[in-house]
């Protein structure tokens, strides 16, 4: 029995968290496949509409299911709507979340530095082997972390096994947490060669 029909089996109104448990217990891959058809579009959708892209909206899907998910399983979810809607919920606030945080980086300034700055740092020679000094300086687990996430392209799940992170979940606080080291790094030196020109 799938995931849909194990939801409209139960008698209550409302749907069944402990349906959901059941279901990713019994068979978690068409399970959540089930909700991924059902939700994702959604999700894109309404990130597409309010200024993310289609890789943001598969970001902000992977982190709502993955929420769901350990909430499922861990007997802490408690539903008042179906599980897509819930899943688009989770994927709204996350969507928001992440424009707060894009807002606060001071993003904004850096065209007034541009122009401050000589041409030869304006425009390196060799751009990406700067941002490599940068991720050199980050440590070995985040520097592993971000080439085999942006780089090689490897999905969350791969790396959570190669790096040995206990979930994906924790995979992913952790390329959040490196990415903005590497953010900041690169700021403050950006900053530094400003203020010494």
Not at 105 to 129: F, G, I, S
Request: proline share 5%; hydrophobic share 40%; glycine share 6%.
């Amino acid at each position: 029995m799938g995931l849909i029909s194990m939801m409209a089996a139960t008698t209550s109104p409302t749907p069944s968290a402990a349906a959901l448990h059941q279901a990713l217990l019994a068979n978690r891959e068409q399970a959540l496949t089930q909700l991924y058809q059902r939700a994702f579009p959604l999700v894109r959708r309404y990130v597409c509409r309010h200024g993310g892209s289609a890789q943001d909206a598969q970001d902000v899907f992977h982190d709502a299911l993955v929420l769901l998910y350990e909430q499922a399983v861990g007997g802490t979810l408690v539903l008042t709507a179906s599980a897509s809607t819930y899943l688009v919920g989770i994927g709204r606030n996350l969507w928001h979340h992440e424009q707060r945080r894009r807002a606060r980086l001071p993003h904004e300034d850096l065209p007034d530095y541009l122009d401050q700055l000589p041409a030869e740092l304006v425009e390196p020679a060799e751009p990406a082997l700067a941002v490599l000094d940068y991720v050199e300086q980050l440590g070995e687990k985040c520097k592993r972390m971000l080439l085999a996430f942006y780089y090689f392209q490897q999905p969350l799940g791969q790396i959570t096994t190669t790096l040995g992170y206990a979930s994906v979940r924790s995979a992913t606080v952790q390329k959040f947490k490196c990415l903005e080291r590497l953010r900041q790094s690169v700021r403050a030196a950006f900053t530094s060669e400003v203020l010494h020109h």
